[in-house]
Structures are given as C-alpha cells and as structure tokens.
C-alpha cells in the first residue's frame, strides 16, 4: 500500500504543483506585457489564462499533502523531523499562494480590466475594496506591483523546492533514502 500512496502523492504533486509553479512565474512578466499594451487582448487572455491555472491547480494541489500524510503514516515516519520541516513548508507554500500570490494576481487583473492600464508606467485607480494592506493602498497596476508579485512567487517556489529536495534526501531518515 506504500508504494501506491507514495505514487499518488508524487504524481498529484507533479501534476497540480507543477503547473501552479509555471504558470504563476510566467504571470507577472505577462502582466508587464499588458501594462505596456493595454489594447492587446491576447496579452490580457494570457494573464487570465495564467491566473486561472494557479487558481484551478493551486485547489487541486490539497491531494498532495492528503496523499503525503497517508504514505508517511503508512511508513511510520510521522515524528520525523525531515518530515515535520517539509509539513511547516509546505504549510507556509500554502498560505504564500492563497494570501500573497493569487491575491495580488486577481488584483492586477481586476485593475486591468475596471480601469484599463496606462502607457507611461503611470498607476491605474485601484478598484474599491481591491488589495488593501492596512491603511495604506497598493497600486494594482503598475510596474511595481508586479516586481512585488514576482517576488511572492519566488518565494512560493523555493519553498516547494525546498520541500522537494527533503522528500528525495530524507535527512536523518532511518528508511533509506
């Protein structure tokens, strides 16, 4: 039964982190190209496009973790420290995408589309209620937040880097590696 658990888990992460990764480094470089084109609309398909794939396989991606569960149950290594680091990032992974990248994805688009971006680098209007982070508010659309956007998915794929390289090493495991 292991070995069908930790084939699920493996394909499901493959299959649903592996997109989400892509797709949310190539959004804010696509985001850019609508900024500096707001008429192209092949441009703006893009972006949604990218950002609909973040969000459909960010959901998708829970199978990874129910499945990781399972098969470090079944093998007895739910204690290990290997694991219980790689659970704190994939955790942390987790709430980098659903509070910090999607967010931010939906409000450059909402920015996008409401307002329509400018040329120039100037900032479009935020939309009401859209991305507030304490009293002060970001610009959704600009050069910027993009830059900011790229980070925050920088961030999210070393974390699941990270977590890759302790799945496969397994320091400390006392189940071979």
């Not at 190539?26 to 893009?46: C, H, I, N, Q, Y």
């Not at 992974?93 to 329509?116: H, M, N, Y």
Request: glycine share 8%; net charge neutral.
């Amino acid at each position: 039964m292991t070995k069908f658990l930790l084939a699920v888990h493996v394909i499901a992460a493959i299959v649903a982190i592996g997109p989400v990764t892509v797709a949310a480094s190539m959004f804010p470089p696509a985001a850019r190209k609508v900024l500096e084109a707001p008429g192209d609309a092949s441009a703006l398909a893009t972006a949604r496009l990218l950002h609909r794939i973040c969000q459909v396989y960010a959901v998708a991606g829970v199978v990874v973790p129910v499945f990781g569960f399972a098969t470090a149950s079944d093998m007895g290594v739910l204690g290990d420290t290997w694991l219980i680091v790689s659970i704190a990032l994939t955790a942390a992974a987790a709430v980098v995408l659903a509070a910090l990248v999607l967010p931010r994805q939906s409000a450059i688009l909402e920015g996008v589309e409401k307002t329509g971006a400018q040329q120039g680098g100037r900032e479009a209007a935020l939309p009401e209620g859209v991305l507030q982070e304490g009293t002060l508010r970001e610009a959704a659309v600009d050069r910027a937040a993009t830059v900011r956007l790229a980070m925050f998915t920088g961030i999210f794929n070393l974390l699941w880097a990270t977590v890759t390289v302790l799945m496969i090493i397994r320091p400390g495991s006392t189940t071979g590696a």
